[in-house]
C-alpha cells in the first residue's frame, strides 16, 4: 500500500524517522551527496496554474480524508483535530519511495500563502477563535514539514519562504514524530483481504451547473475523488457499518466536507472554481 509500506518499515525500525538521523550545519543528513532539490522548492514560478490546483485539491481532500480517518476509526487525536488533519495530508504528499516528490505539497502550501496575501481581512477580523489555524500558519506548517521529510530537496523551500535555521531542527523532530504518529496509528488498519472499491467507497461526479461546468471536468480529470477511495479500500471496514460515499457537486457554497453521521466526503465544484481564480489572481499561469 502506498505510504503505508513505507510505514510498515518504519514502524519495524527498518529505517529511521527524520529527527533520528545526524545532519550536518545545513540541517541534511550527515553523509549523503547533494540532491538536486525540485524547481517548485528553489523558484515560486516554477509552480503552473495547473500545479497549484492539482496539489492544493489533492491536499484539501486529503485533509477530509483525516478528519475521515479519525471518525471512522476512533483514532486518538491530540491537540487540535484540524491540525492533525493537515498533517496527514503532508505526511500523505511529503516525498517516499512510491513516487511521491513534495511538489504538490508545495504548490498547497503556496494556495494558503496567497489565500492570507490576497484576503482583505484586517487583524482584527481574523478568526483567532476559529478550530483552524490562520492561513500562514497551515502554509508555513507544510514547508515545514516538507523540510523535515526530504532536508536536502526541501531546504531551498525554507529558504524561499523565511523560515529562519533555528526553526529547521525543530522541522525536523516534528515530520518524524508525524511520520511515526500516522503509520502507527494506519497499520493498524491496513486490510488483510482485497474488497472491491465500489463495496466499500462509491463515488460519483454529479451533474454540474454552467457556472461549475469546467470546475468539475477539472475534478474529474484529476482523479481527486478516484485517490481518497483508494485509500479507504486499503483499509480493513470489517468492524464497521456502512458506505463511505464520496462525492463531487455543486452545494451552491465553496467548500468540502466529511459528514460524521454520513460516512461520507463531498467536494464542492464551488472550490475549484475558487482555487482557479485564486492561483489566478496570485499569478500562476
Same mark, same amino acid.
Given at each position: ?33 547533494v ?13 503552473t496554474?495547473?500545479?497549484?490546483v ?8 486529503l ?11 476512533g ?6 483535530e ?15 519511495s512510491?513516487? +511521491? ?7 498547497a ?28 500558519q497551515?502554509?508555513y ?10 532536508p ?13 535555521e ?7 523532530? +516534528? ?9 502507527m ?8 483481504i482485497?474488497k ?16 461549475t461546468?469546467?470546475?468539475?471536468e477539472i ?6 475523488? +478516484?485517490?481518497?477511495?483508494?485509500i ?8 464497521q457499518?456502512?458506505l ?13 466536507y ?7 466526503l ?7 472554481n ?6 489566478? +489572481?496570485?499569478?500562476?499561469r
Amino acid at each position: 500500500m502506498k505510504k503505508l509500506i513505507l510505514a510498515i518499515l518504519l514502524v519495524a525500525g527498518l529505517i529511521a524517522p527524520a529527527s533520528a538521523q545526524t545532519t550536518d550545519r545545513s540541517g541534511a543528513p550527515a553523509g549523503q551527496s547533494v540532491h538536486l532539490p525540485p524547481p517548485q522548492a528553489l523558484f515560486r514560478e516554477a509552480i503552473t496554474l495547473r500545479q497549484f490546483v492539482k496539489g492544493t485539491l489533492r491536499f484539501v481532500m486529503l485533509h477530509e480524508m483525516g478528519h475521515g480517518l479519525v471518525d471512522l476509526y476512533g483514532l486518538p487525536v491530540l491537540g487540535r483535530e484540524e491540525d492533525a488533519a493537515d498533517r496527514f495530508a503532508t505526511y500523505w504528499l511529503s516525498p517516499d519511495s512510491s513516487g +511521491e516528490d513534495g511538489t504538490d505539497a508545495a504548490a498547497a502550501m503556496e494556495w494558503w500563502l496567497a489565500s492570507a496575501k490576497l484576503s482583505d481581512r484586517k487583524r482584527e477580523d481574523l478568526p483567532w477563535w476559529d478550530e483552524h489555524g490562520i492561513d500562514e500558519q497551515r502554509g508555513y506548517q507544510i514547508a515545514c514539514l516538507l523540510y523535515g521529510s526530504a532536508p536536502l530537496e526541501y531546504l531551498p523551500l525554507t529558504r524561499r519562504v523565511g523560515i529562519p535555521e533555528k526553526r529547521l531542527q525543530g522541522c525536523r523532530v +516534528e515530520a518524524g514524530q508525524n511520520v511515526t504518529s500516522w503509520s502507527m496509528l494506519l497499520n493498524k488498519h491496513v486490510a488483510r483481504i482485497s474488497k472491491s472499491p465500489a463495496l466499500l467507497a462509491p463515488l460519483a461526479y454529479e451533474s454540474a451547473g454552467k457556472d461549475t461546468s469546467d470546475a468539475a471536468e477539472i475534478a474529474r480529470s484529476m482523479g481527486v475523488l +478516484e485517490e481518497v477511495r483508494d485509500i479507504l479500500v486499503q483499509l480493513d471496514r470489517s468492524d464497521q457499518t456502512g458506505l463511505v460515499l464520496i462525492t463531487a457537486k455543486d452545494c451552491g457554497f465553496s467548500n468540502a466536507y466529511w459528514n460524521t453521521g454520513e460516512n461520507s466526503l463531498t467536494l464542492c465544484y464551488e472550490l475549484v472554481n475558487e482555487i482557479v481564480a485564486v492561483g489566478y +489572481e496570485a499569478g500562476f499561469r
